[in-house]
């Protein structure tokens, strides 16, 4: 467990404890958490909305937190987006209703997310989201106190291509993407950053979204002197591709997948000269950080959940939590979003992942960069902060 | 480039013998029962999750791709007897049980089997020089096996004495009976090898590609075009026009634009309506 | 012999055949004749099991109605129907080698071998495909498909339809011989000048009943009959 927040939570449960009166004095704060805890979506906004129960959870069983001269505990009031936009906009209205809530987190969807962003917005409320079109609605007028607590691409670019380089040696790749806006905006992001790291791109070709057969684009990266090939984005058509590179044959044998998993080259470990993937957070399936380890073990004990890829969201939003809390104190309120957002914004905060938030509200956070080579897995810390 | 032209073509015709093989079974339905059986890709997936099941069991590929034929033969032979027997000579009430099959039948796939895609391991891997070109070890073997498959059938329609039967049931039905073929039991065969051909399709895209709950969508559609691009009804139509596909999205996607792949086989399929009306050869109510 | 008692057809509420009996003793030719719509061609899709009948359709003691028309075809009916129903796309050879569906090879083999040099228009054909012959030509692959079946009991739906004069004097021809061969002939026949020239006995249908029956002479005697099919 991180040494500095163990202090802060003994420090406040002991200022808790000792000062007169304190205990009959504890406050609540009302934390909204909203997400998909049913339907398709509910795969992220489950583990995400764990996360910031087990945070509040651990919270509220040192004491609570001191803001001021008060000390307060959270309580969690909860509403369902069942993976629909417009249920989601219900549900947000719903959470809305309750005037003491001035601070909401979840989803990690964009299809419910944008109603929720929206009305929290409209309602000044500070809402923490995670889902990709949030970047789209960041810093703009009358969104200022909306947060994502994912990086945006550009940001996780600037940590995973010097690794490419550095782990796997490239000098020139070729790029193949699925043809959509997500990857035009990738290859805008990754193109200039592999020139700035020592990389040609030999070749960037979009193909027609849910293709199964690669081979006939794949022949357009033979015979183009590349030593790797960056794919994306998606885990089936990453491993469909690694595997008909293989049995095409003449094709660079090492990739660069912007994509968070080892999945797709899993099987392929000893036929492939390295894998790269990015894990937005931190490692979780080959834990190095004892910090961690640590939390994996707190994890696997407050929701009898195993850990999957899906644990990343969990782990997101418990150091949201903590973050907010630190973010509180420092603005000396509990009641004043603003003062809160504008806290955050520029705070740099040292949980289970180092994380902040710049000036518009989007992330920077440090990542983990995974590798598979010499069929072995691994994965290296990577700085951004 | 000559090579490379080569090796393009060779990259067709590959898939092109998985195209032909759905299309074969579609067409053969169609000519036969009058039945567009939009069921006929889930059969595809069905068949290839057998195949992923019977390896993942340790059967090996072999065996778990027979299994596949034998299974969705036997899911043919049923579907028949249970749903299409009774829609026979109503297109209407076919066409819509058919479509309600689709949704039925891979909701239930993705419950059961989960949508995750899964991979199957190849019998053969890697790559293989033949002259100057470097092609897919599994490919050509899916080349091999799916041209066998349509040969044979070919022959089988052409020689044998139940494929006589089946041709002249597609060429006057009240004929075939007049002679002495039972046409109930013809239907039910039509079905159930048509299965069986698509269980063998699944295997072999499972050999290649990612098997899941919606992998039957596309080799459906194309199954489609490719059936009225042959001509509805007519087996060596939908044969040359599997093969044709398969030719033109790898041109396509290797010499234009791999972002519009499923493209060129519309483009085919339009330019044969507006040119040829009746299908590839011409051959007006060709049939089988 | 051919028995059929009270047969009966129906399509939904329209009733084609309405109780009709008559008999064809063995060797003979038989004609039923009657105007478009009479109930003829459903008599005969009735008795080769096409249609959906009620009644009794007997060869001696041997019941059939009711059964599956390959049952029927295996038991020695065998039907040339409307429209010869030939497989267009098929060489006559190919058309001919199904109409021997339900036999052995060998028999197949003899049977193709026998029609082929009785006529041999059928051997110079063999390889075209039945689609591109003429009309006569047709109808004459459609009783020889028929006949590779090998049948006891023969039944021509409107065998002249649509055929030159010359034709229908070689179809005659054909019939007669077959006549002669001993095999049992029920023809249905709008051309009534043609089933009496060739029938022995002719059963006469008019709204699916049959009216008159008899000999040809006899049956062409009657007043209302010559008006109705001879125009006289």
Partial sequence: ?385 | MGLDIAQTLIDGLMVGGLYATVALGITLVFGLVGILNFAHGQSVMLGAYVTFFGVQAGLGFWLSAALAVLAMAAFGAILEQLVFRRTLGDHMAGLAVSLGLIMVIENLAAATFSPDPRFVDPPVSGSIMVGPLQLSSQRLLVLAISTALIGGFYLFLQRATLGKAIRAMAQNRQGAALVGVRVSLVSRTIFTIGSALAGAAGALYASLFAVTPYMGNTPLTKGFILAALGGLGSVPGAIAAGFLLGIAESFGSRYLSASFRDGYGFILLILALLFLPTGLFGAGKARV | ?232
């Fill in chain 1, 1 to 385: 467990m991180n040494i500095g927040r163990l202090l802060s939570i003994i420090a406040s449960a002991s200022l808790a404890l000792w000062a007169p009166g304190a205990l009959a004095q504890t406050d609540t704060v009302k934390l909204g958490v909203i997400g998909s805890l049913t339907g398709p979506h509910s795969g992220w906004d489950v583990p995400a909305s764990d996360g910031v129960q087990m945070a509040v959870s651990e919270i509220n069983a040192a004491g609570g937190f001191k803001v001021g001269d008060k000390t307060y505990k959270f309580s969690v009031v909860q509403e369902d987006t069942q993976s629909k936009p417009d249920i989601a906009a219900t549900a947000a209205q719903k959470l809305l209703s309750d005037e003491d809530i001035r601070f909401v987190m979840g989803v990690l969807t964009s299809t419910p997310g944008v109603p929720v962003a929206n009305q929290m917005a409209r309602a000044k409320v500070l809402y923490v989201g995670g889902f990709t079109a949030m970047d789209g609605l960041v810093g703009t007028k009358g969104k200022e106190l909306l947060l994502r607590a994912l990086d945006t691409d550009e940001t996780a670019a600037k940590g995973f291509v010097p690794a490419a380089a550095k782990e796997l040696g490239l000098k020139r790749v070729g790029m193949l993407l699925p043809n959509d806006d997500v990857s035009k905006s990738i290859v805008k992001i990754y193109e200039p950053l592999f020139k700035q790291n020592g990389i040609e791109v030999g070749l960037v070709e979009l193909f027609q979204p849910g293709t199964t057969d690669f081979a006939p684009v794949l022949r357009k990266f033979q015979n183009q002197g590349l030593d790797g090939l960056f794919i994306g984005y998606s885990d089936p058509d990453a491993e469909a591709i690694i595997r008909q590179s293989l049995e095409i044959g003449g094709l660079p044998t090492k990739f660069v997948y912007r994509g968070g998993s080892s999945q797709p080259a899993a099987k392929y470990a000893d036929k492939i000269d390295g894998f790269l993937w990015q894990i937005l957070t931190r490692d979780l399936a080959n834990p190095s950080d004892d910090k961690v380890k640590d939390w994996i073990l707190r994890y696997k004990a407050f929701t009898k959940k195993e850990v999957t890829p899906q644990t990343y969201w969990a782990l997101t939003f418990y150091d949201t939590v903590f973050m907010l809390v630190k973010a509180m104190q420092e603005a000396g309120t509990v009641t004043d979003p603003a003062a809160v957002a504008a806290k955050l914004k520029g705070m740099a905060y040292d949980g289970v992942r180092r994380m902040s938030y710049n000036g518009e509200g989007r992330a920077i956070t440090d990542i983990d960069i995974g590798v598979l080579k010499g069929g072995k897995v691994y994965s290296i810390p990577q700085k951004i902060l």
């Fill in chain 3, 1 to 232: 012999m051919l028995t059929v008692e009270n047969l009966k057809v129906a399509y939904g509420r329209v009733e084609a055949v309405r109780g009709v009996s008559f008999a064809v003793p063995a060797g003979q030719i038989a004609a039923l004749i009657g105007a478009n719509g009479a109930g003829k061609s459903s008599t005969l899709n009735a008795l080769t099991g096409l249609v959906r009948c009620r009644g009794k359709i007997a060869e001696g003691d041997i019941r059939f109605d009711g059964l599956a028309t390959d049952a029927i075809v295996r038991h020695g009916v065998v039907q040339v129907a409307q429209g010869r129903q030939l497989f267009p796309l098929m060489s006559v050879r190919e058309n001919l080698e199904l109409g021997a569906f339900l036999r052995s090879a060998a028999d197949k083999r003899r049977r193709l071998d026998e029609l082929m040099a009785r006529f041999p228009l059928l051997a110079e054909r063999a390889e075209q495909a039945a689609g591109t012959l003429s009309g006569g030509e047709q109808q004459l692959v459609a009783i020889a498909r028929a006949l590779m079946a090998e049948p006891r009991i023969l039944l021509i739906d409107e065998p002249c339809l649509g055929l030159a004069p010359i034709m229908i004097r070689r179809v005659a021809a054909v019939l007669r011989d077959l006549h002669a061969a001993g095999l049992t002939i029920l023809i249905a026949e709008q051309n009534a000048s043609f089933a009496t020239a060739i029938a022995e006995h002719l059963l006469v249908m008019e709204n699916g009943r049959i009216t008159q029956a008899g000999p040809p002479a006899a049956v062409m005697a009657h007043a209302d009959v010559r008006r109705a099919y001879l125009g006289i």
